[in-house]
């Protein structure tokens, strides 16, 4: 009887510190990923245009409406859009004019973006 | 799990979960590569982004915003790394309007004094304005086009400045002097060349033609030294070569450029440069 006894709790000692490790783990495997994907996340270095958020590709999508507004150059507009990676460079302004939108740009740097994007259109 | 081991099985699932934990979000499942920033891109995006910042200030002369945009790229001097990628762009036979165009603006930059620090923090780009419920534009000429005043919290567009000075669009440059110089500091032979206007400011952007034989020429702008000087330009040249230097803009020829050894009156003789003063004519 002693030694069942004795089995019995040893066996239950062993469940809880089972349980005890995988509560741990768990626990910490939450932190690890915390700090991972929060605290410090990968830094990417040597990125492109393509990958850059979306207020970032509306500014520069910008810069390209205000020297076009001073060039009148569509081609190098183009050229210029196309290094953001869009399908094409109305897609391009197209969703630069919704992000503007929303972001409560100004009404004449919204002009400049739709008067490059209907150059655009009429260009092809 | 031996009861006599203590607590170190508690130690283990730490460090387990942690290592695991990094590993899925470091190294299997990072952060997506998307939505990044200007700072983080590479050195030819960023050439192409500064170039285009560059142009922007070109159309708009909006000075403020052009500082902004060249905020986000991170440079330790925003100044000196325009002057940097135009010197490469011509030392590259890139475009000289683009080397003429980045000079202009990092000229610009010195001309202005350092704005008053207002936050400590970098200027939020317009999503984060946005987020702050300000837009992230206001309008030219202070109309601000029914958005909210005062929230130039980024790329503002304040009342245009005077435009830029571009030399193109000035009289024609006279050689004020020209001059041998002997300055034992100077190691190496240099035609140093200072470009001023009327009232004794430096003008950056004027392009240089350096020749020396009939297949061997070079261009240079000034302001690729804006430590220096904005309407400063040097080239390293070769002692007793003949040089001919040409500013094409104002069709001036400055021929028979010679650099000589200079000999002190104690000690070796080291090489002596050569300065060439061009203004405007009053």
Same mark, same amino acid.
Do not use: C, F
């Given at each position: 009887m002693a030694q069942y006894v004795s089995t019995h709790f040893k066996s239950r000692a062993m469940m809880t510190r089972w349980t005890l490790f995988f509560i741990v783990l768990m626990i910490s495997l939450g932190i690890g990923l915390y700090y991972g994907w929060v605290i410090n996340p990968v830094q990417y270095e040597? %990125?492109?245009?393509? %990958?850059?958020r979306m207020d970032f590709k509306t500014d520069y999508a910008l810069m390209v409406a205000e020297v076009y507004k001073e060039n009148q150059d569509i081609t190098w507009a183009m050229n210029r859009l196309a290094l953001l990676g869009y399908a094409s460079p109305t897609e391009c302004l197209t969703e630069a004019l919704s992000f503007a939108s929303q972001a409560g740009y100004t009404l004449p740097d919204m002009y400049l973006l739709r008067d490059l994007k209907n150059a655009l259109e009429e260009s092809m | 799990m031996n009861s006599d081991r203590g607590h170190w099985y508690l130690i283990t699932a730490l460090v387990l979960g942690v290592s695991l934990g990094l590993l899925i979000s470091?190294?299997?499942? &990072?952060?997506?590569?998307?939505?990044?920033? &200007?700072?983080?891109?590479r050195e030819d995006y960023k050439d192409v982004y500064r170039s285009l910042i560059a142009r922007a200030y070109q159309a708009n002369q909006n000075l403020p915003r052009a500082k902004a945009r060249l905020d986000l790229l991170g440079d330790e001097n925003a100044a000196q790394a325009l002057a940097a990628q135009a010197q490469r762009s011509l030392a590259e036979q890139g475009d000289q309007e683009t080397a003429r165009i980045l000079v202009n603006l990092s000229a610009a930059l010195q001309r202005t004094p350092a704005p008053e620090e207002?936050?400590?923090?970098?200027? &939020? &780009?317009p999503e984060e304005a946005a987020e702050q419920g300000t837009p992230p534009t206001s309008t030219e000429n202070g109309n601000n086009g029914g958005t909210p005043e005062?929230?130039?919290?980024?790329?503002t567009r304040t009342p245009l400045p005077p435009p830029t000075f571009t030399p193109t669009d000035a009289p024609p440059f006279i050689v004020e002097e020209r001059t041998k110089l002997c300055d034992p500091n100077i190691t190496v032979p240099l035609i140093q060349v200072f470009a001023t206007n009327a009232d004794g400011e430096g003008v950056p952007g004027v392009e240089i033609l350096i020749s020396w034989a009939p297949d061997r020429q070079e261009r240079f702008l000034t302001g690729l030294k804006p430590e220096i000087g904005k309407g400063y330009a040097d080239f390293e040249a070769e002692m007793g070569v003949t040089y001919t230097i040409e500013i094409p803009e104002s069709g001036l020829v400055i021929s028979d450029v010679v650099i000589t050894e200079c000999q002190p009156d104690s000690g070796d003789p080291y090489p002596g440069s050569y300065q060439i003063y061009i203004t405007y004519p009053n």
């Open positions: 040597d %990125t492109s245009l393509q %990958t850059l | 470091w190294v299997i499942a &990072p952060v997506r590569l998307e939505d990044t920033h &200007p700072k983080n891109l207002t936050s400590p923090s970098p200027t &939020p &780009p005062g929230t130039d919290t980024y790329a």
